[in-house]
C-alpha cells in the first residue's frame, strides 16, 4: 500500500520559519517527481514546490526565495523548509508523489495544516 504522511504543521506568527516533512512507503522513492501543494478555502489547490528525481526544482512565483524544497532519498522522505512566512500562506499543505510512464502514478498524502498569524 502506498502511503505519503505529511507532518511539521503548526500555528506560527508571520516572519517565522516551519519546516514540513512527507514520509513515503511502498513506491520506489528515488524513481519519483515529489511535489507539496497547498489549498486554503475557497481557493483551488496550487503548486508550490517541486522536485523530480534528477534534482530539478520548481517553485511558485510568490515562494520564490522563501521556500526550499528537497528531498533525501536514504530515509524516502521529502521536506519544504518555510522561512519569512506571511498570513498568505496559510493553507493545508499536501505531499504529492508522481512517476509518468506508459500510465500515470499519482499520489497524495492527507494534508497537514499551516496557519500563520499573529
Known amino acids: 500500500q502506498v502511503q505519503l504522511v505529511e507532518s511539521g504543521g503548526a500555528l506560527v506568527q508571520p516572519g517565522g520559519s516551519l519546516r514540513l516533512s512527507c514520509a513515503a512507503s511502498?513506491?520506489?522513492?528515488?524513481?519519483?517527481?515529489m511535489g507539496w501543494y497547498r489549498q486554503a478555502p475557497g481557493k483551488q489547490r496550487e503548486l508550490v514546490a517541486g522536485?523530480?528525481?534528477?534534482?530539478?526544482?520548481t517553485y511558485l512565483d510568490s515562494v520564490k526565495g522563501r521556500f526550499t524544497i528537497s528531498r533525501d532519498n536514504a530515509k524516502n522522505t521529502v521536506f519544504l523548509q518555510m522561512n519569512s512566512l506571511k498570513p498568505e500562506d496559510t493553507a493545508v499543505y499536501y505531499c504529492?508523489?508522481?512517476?509518468?510512464?506508459?500510465?500515470?502514478?499519482?499520489?497524495w498524502g492527507q494534508g497537514t495544516q499551516v496557519t500563520v498569524s499573529s
Open positions: 504529492n508523489s508522481r512517476r509518468y510512464t506508459v500510465v500515470t502514478y499519482n499520489y
Open positions: 511502498g513506491i520506489t522513492f528515488s524513481t519519483y517527481s
Open positions: 522536485l523530480t528525481s534528477d534534482g530539478t526544482t
